[in-house]
């Protein structure tokens, strides 16, 4: 009897996909529906931020930081204006660390609704929670509207400071979404852990060692999902993460399903540091006048956030002139997405996928 | 009963068969009722079509805390409408590599054994388009040409997505028949008959629905079917998440229309089934002779059409292995029981000529055995996933190593 020759074949998931998020294109070589080989090719979303930087000045460069991770534009801005801030020695007010604090986490509330939304779409749900969990993004980005105009795109955040300071109508609309998050955080929470089927989608399914997670360096939900606790906010606190109490949460076994409700539980998490935060909120002015053509001293620096995907880091050198002699940025979704191919190769296409949304990547952040 | 109220029962128009066969040919009777019929359920089922249009997406939006179609006339009523003209509309685009003959017939190909199965259904006690007596049967066979139409569709396309779709749709069809067949023999032995009038003749005489006598059968057939169906949470032929749009990727305007009224139409066909084997049809213990027939029957069949919308609505989607392997291990073990228990209480039932009250307790037995069943094979399913716990651990103060001093070599 001869044996059935089934040669491997590859397929392309994306750059148009329902489930790339984003334009991001990965070969695979399939043998049946077992991923044999996967290769990521990136690129299609490169807008050479990097060396447009250099052709502005430091805060013209602002608003790449909004287009780099488009869903979570306000973590981008604080990470390059702390980098920014160091290099050039401003000191910022207490009233707008304090509003740094409560923007980055709501945009980290906004950014892991998204994530956790399309994560349970890629496991197959019909847009459901996905649907649901846009209710509240909605909610913040309209606070978001209200103090700078802006709902994606912000910019907000400025060197020496933020942009403006909140209006009087703010104020009962973030209490009011604070109150009702912790509720709905238990929505999803009742909705979506309890489902045999993501559990059967996700758990076991992707599973990334510490080791291998620190050998990537992974950060973010998914260096947190392998069981090794570590936030920025607490390892190294910008801001003035150090004046409040909060816990991080870490998962069991690494796996799709860990990545997802570590998630979850950091949303609760940055309702708990908002509400501490709007409690002790001083008075005061929100920004220091910074010159517009801002020229550091000759120097480097480099200054990172727990952004809601992970590490962020922005490099910044200067020769002394207006425009910075070199800028680049540390993207968390490009470092993470590097484990993609380790965690998906021996299982099947839909799992692919699966690993893919649990990542929660930007095209925008990798290609840059 | 007055006579007034029988107008719904179409009796006029057997009146009118009757005087045209008194003055013509038997066989012109013949062919003109077969017209009329179609006619009668080909405005069902097209009509359905766009109304599980609008159904489906109002449904869902409202599960999705969202309003759904509400701007084309009132309510969204004429969505599909407008839908329907856009596709119309829409340039018929064919892939360069794609098989002419094949690619063109699908669309066509599927819609045939969708009509059909509507054709055995009894609407109303004597109005039965086909009163078949092999209607169960009739009703697997057409249900498998669906599979085979797909599968074209998928291969003709010359489009890996398609062609995974495909593969997945033959996988799951060769599954899901076995436990769909078996699941349905068991009325079939209780009953005695295949004819879909007698299933529900049978019900309504004994007045109990079979859904309490064989409530494994029915919770067998409803999962294999939704399966076969591709919807959620076996919707893996169309996994839109992964393989874009499976074996329909290809299709653009009317073609891709014709494939989306399918698998409404499909859906109202297997609400239709549970409804008439497992629900009683037409009847309705006793309403149906003061509330038109056909119209209780299209009220269970639009019940269950809205169970599968919440399915839709709510699930996610299962892996291909997962999906076999439930059919195999699962669904196939449970249905090889519920026919042997089916037979056990049949013979009893029939051939010792038991009282008609054994019923009641073969439907508490059947019950009871279906809780027994379903609970051991959930806990069989579920124990890997509960080995972990499924929240976070909190970690309150982190351990930060320290960073050597700048200058000193970092590491060897």
Same mark, same amino acid.
């Given at each position: 009897?001869?044996?059935?020759?089934?040669?491997?074949?590859?397929?392309?998931?994306?750059?148009?996909?329902?489930?790339?998020?984003?334009?991001?294109?990965?070969?695979?070589?399939?043998?049946?529906?077992?991923?044999?080989?996967? #290769?990521?090719?990136?690129?299609?979303?490169?807008?050479?931020?990097?060396?447009?930087?250099?052709?502005?000045?430091?805060?013209?460069?602002?608003?790449?930081?909004?287009?780099?991770?488009?869903?979570?534009?306000?973590?981008?801005?604080?990470?390059?204006?702390?980098?920014?801030?160091?290099?050039?020695?401003?000191?910022?007010?207490?009233?707008?660390?304090?509003?740094?604090?409560?923007?980055? #986490?709501?945009? *980290?509330?906004?950014?892991?609704?998204?994530?956790?939304?399309?994560?349970?779409?890629?496991?197959?749900?019909?847009?459901?929670?996905?649907?649901?969990?846009?209710?509240?993004?909605?909610?913040?980005?309209?606070?978001? #509207?209200?103090?700078?105009?802006?709902?994606?795109?912000?910019?907000?955040?400025?060197?020496?400071?933020?942009?403006?300071?909140?209006?009087?109508?703010?104020?009962?609309?973030?209490?009011?979404?604070?109150?009702?998050?912790?509720?709905?955080?238990?929505?999803? #929470?009742?909705?979506?852990?309890?489902?045999?089927?993501?559990?059967?989608?996700?758990?076991?399914?992707?599973?990334?060692?510490?080791? *291998?997670?620190?050998?990537?360096?992974?950060?973010?939900?998914?260096?947190?999902?392998?069981?090794?606790?570590?936030?920025? *906010?607490?390892?190294?606190?910008?801001?003035?993460?150090?004046?409040?109490?909060?816990?991080?949460?870490?998962?069991?076994?690494?796996?799709?399903?860990?990545?997802?409700?570590?998630?979850?539980?950091?949303?609760?998490?940055?309702?708990?540091?908002?509400?501490?935060?709007?409690?002790?909120?001083?008075?005061?002015?929100?920004?220091?006048?910074?010159?517009?053509?801002?020229?550091?001293?000759?120097?480097?620096?480099?200054?990172?956030?727990?952004?809601?995907?992970?590490?962020?880091?922005?490099?910044?050198?200067?020769?002394?002139?207006?425009?910075?002699?070199?800028?680049?940025?540390?993207?968390?979704?490009?470092?993470?997405?590097?484990?993609?191919?380790?965690?998906?190769?021996?299982?099947?296409?839909?799992?692919?996928?699966?690993?893919?949304?649990?990542?929660?990547?930007?095209?925008?952040?990798?290609?840059? | 009963?007055?006579?007034?109220?029988?107008?719904?029962?179409?009796?006029?128009?057997?009146?009118?068969?009757?005087?045209?066969?008194?003055?013509?040919?038997?066989?012109?009777?013949?062919?003109?009722?077969?017209?009329?019929?179609?006619?009668?359920?080909?405005?069902?089922?097209?009509?359905?079509?766009?109304?599980?249009?609008? !159904?489906?997406?109002?449904?869902?939006?409202?599960?999705?805390?969202?309003?759904?179609?509400?701007?084309?006339?009132?309510?969204?009523?004429?969505?599909?409408?407008?839908?329907?003209?856009?596709?119309?509309?829409?340039?018929?685009?064919?892939?360069?590599?794609?098989?002419?003959?094949?690619?063109?017939?699908?669309?066509?190909?599927?819609?045939?054994?969708?009509?059909?199965?509507?054709?055995?259904?009894?609407?109303?006690?004597?109005?039965?388009?086909?009163?078949?007596?092999?209607?169960? !049967?009739?009703?697997?066979?057409?249900?498998?040409?669906?599979?085979?139409?797909?599968?074209?569709?998928?291969?003709?396309?010359?489009?890996?997505?398609?062609?995974?779709?495909?593969?997945?749709?033959?996988?799951?069809?060769?599954?899901?028949?076995?436990?769909?067949? !078996?699941?349905?023999?068991?009325?079939?032995?209780?009953?005695?008959?295949?004819?879909?009038?007698?299933?529900?003749?049978?019900?309504?005489?004994?007045?109990? =629905?079979?859904?309490?006598?064989?409530?494994?059968?029915?919770?067998?057939?409803?999962?294999?079917?939704?399966?076969?169906?591709?919807?959620?949470?076996?919707?893996?032929?169309?996994?839109?998440?992964?393989?874009?749009?499976?074996?329909?990727?290809?299709?653009?305007?009317?073609?891709?229309?014709?494939?989306?009224?399918?698998?409404?139409?499909?859906?109202?066909?297997?609400?239709?089934?549970?409804?008439?084997?497992?629900?009683?049809?037409?009847?309705?213990?006793?309403?149906?002779?003061?509330?038109?027939?056909?119209?209780?029957?299209?009220?269970?069949?639009?019940?269950?059409?809205?169970?599968?919308?919440?399915?839709?609505?709510?699930?996610?989607?299962?892996?291909?292995?997962?999906?076999?392997?439930?059919? =195999?291990?699962?669904?196939?073990?449970?249905?090889?029981?519920?026919?042997?228990?089916?037979?056990?209480?049949?013979?009893?039932?029939?051939?010792?000529?038991?009282?008609?009250?054994?019923?009641?307790?073969?439907?508490?037995?059947?019950?009871?055995?279906?809780?027994?069943?379903?609970?051991?094979?959930?806990?069989?399913?579920?124990?890997?996933?509960?080995?972990?716990?499924?929240?976070?651990?909190?970690?309150?103060?982190?351990?930060?190593?320290?960073?050597?001093?700048?200058?000193?070599?970092?590491?060897?």
């Amino acid at each position: 009897m001869t044996e059935l020759h089934t040669p491997p074949y590859v397929v392309n998931i994306g750059p148009q996909h329902p489930s790339t998020h984003g334009v991001f294109r990965l070969k695979v070589t399939l043998d049946g529906e077992r991923i044999v080989d996967a #290769e990521m090719v990136l690129g299609y979303l490169h807008r050479s931020m990097e060396k447009l930087a250099e052709e502005r000045t430091y805060t013209q460069n602002i608003p790449f930081t909004d287009r780099m991770d488009y869903l979570a534009a306000m973590t981008g801005n604080l990470g390059y204006c702390l980098a920014a801030e160091k290099l050039a020695g401003v000191d910022v007010p207490e009233r707008a660390s304090y509003l740094r604090v409560i923007f980055a #986490e709501l945009q *980290r509330i906004a950014s892991h609704c998204m994530a956790n939304g399309t994560f349970v779409n890629d496991c197959g749900a019909w847009q459901t929670p996905l649907m649901y969990m846009f209710r509240e993004r909605e909610k913040i980005l309209d606070l978001f #509207e209200m103090t700078c105009g802006a709902r994606l795109t912000t910019n907000y955040m400025r060197i020496g400071g933020v942009a403006f300071d909140v209006p009087d109508e703010w104020y009962p609309a973030i209490n009011d979404l604070m109150a009702e998050m912790p509720d709905r955080i238990s929505e999803y #929470e009742e909705m979506l852990l309890d489902n045999e089927i993501i559990l059967a989608r996700s758990r076991d399914i992707g599973v990334l060692t510490p080791e *291998r997670a620190i050998n990537a360096s992974a950060s973010g939900p998914l260096l947190r999902g392998t069981g090794i606790a570590w936030d920025l *906010r607490k390892a190294d606190p910008y801001c003035v993460y150090d004046r409040f109490d909060f816990d991080i949460p870490v998962g069991h076994n690494g796996d799709c399903f860990d990545r997802f409700i570590v998630r979850l539980e950091e949303m609760r998490q940055s309702v708990s540091i908002i509400r501490q935060a709007l409690q002790q909120l001083p008075g005061g002015p929100v920004s220091t006048p910074v010159p517009l053509a801002l020229r550091p001293d000759p120097g480097e620096a480099y200054a990172c956030i727990e952004s809601p995907k992970g590490e962020l880091g922005f490099y910044l050198v200067s020769d002394g002139g207006s425009a910075p002699y070199r800028w680049h940025a540390r993207s968390p979704s490009y470092i993470n997405l590097t484990v993609l191919k380790d965690l998906s190769v021996g299982l099947s296409l839909a799992d692919a996928i699966v690993i893919l949304g649990s990542l929660d990547i930007n095209v925008g952040e990798i290609d840059r | 009963m007055l006579p007034l109220l029988n107008w719904y029962d179409f009796d006029p128009l057997h009146d009118l068969y009757e005087w045209i066969g008194d003055n013509t040919a038997d066989e012109f009777v013949y062919v003109l009722a077969a017209v009329v019929g179609a006619t009668g359920i080909l405005s069902f089922v097209g009509l359905g079509a766009l109304v599980n249009v609008w !159904l489906e997406r109002r449904i869902i939006g409202r599960m999705q805390v969202r309003k759904g179609p509400n701007r084309v006339g009132p309510f969204g009523l004429l969505q599909p409408v407008a839908d329907a003209i856009k596709l119309i509309q829409k340039e018929v685009l064919q892939p360069l590599a794609a098989d002419r003959a094949l690619f063109n017939l699908p669309p066509i190909l599927v819609f045939i054994p969708a009509m059909l199965t509507f054709s055995v259904f009894a609407w109303a006690p004597d109005l039965v388009y086909a009163d078949l007596n092999v209607g169960v !049967l009739f009703l697997l066979a057409i249900s498998s040409v669906t599979s085979l139409a797909i599968f074209v569709a998928g291969w003709s396309s010359n489009n890996k997505y398609a062609l995974l779709g495909a593969m997945r749709v033959i996988a799951m069809a060769i599954s899901y028949e076995i436990p769909l067949v !078996l699941a349905l023999l068991a009325p079939v032995i209780f009953t005695g008959t295949m004819s879909l009038a007698g299933i529900v003749d049978f019900q309504r005489e004994l007045d109990v =629905w079979l859904a309490f006598l064989l409530p494994m059968s029915l919770l067998i057939y409803a999962i294999s079917a939704t399966a076969e169906l591709n919807r959620t949470p076996a919707d893996i032929a169309e996994a839109e998440s992964e393989i874009v749009a499976g074996f329909h990727t290809e299709y653009s305007g009317m073609k891709f229309g014709l494939f989306y009224a399918v698998e409404l139409i499909n859906s109202l066909a297997v609400s239709g089934i549970v409804a008439s084997l497992f629900f009683g049809g037409y009847s309705l213990y006793g309403l149906e002779d003061y509330i038109p027939p056909w119209i209780i029957f299209i009220g269970k069949i639009y019940f269950f059409y809205f169970g599968l919308i919440w399915l839709r609505g709510t699930w996610p989607r299962l892996r291909i292995d997962q999906l076999m392997a439930f059919a =195999w291990k699962m669904l196939i073990p449970m249905a090889l029981i519920n026919i042997m228990v089916a037979m056990t209480e049949v013979l009893l039932w029939r051939e010792l000529e038991w009282d008609n009250w054994v019923l009641a307790v073969f439907a508490v037995v059947n019950i009871a055995l279906m809780v027994v069943m379903v609970g051991f094979f959930f806990r069989l399913i579920t124990r890997s996933f509960y080995r972990l716990p499924r929240r976070v651990r909190l970690v309150h103060d982190i351990s930060v190593p320290t960073l050597p001093a700048p200058g000193s070599a970092a590491g060897s």
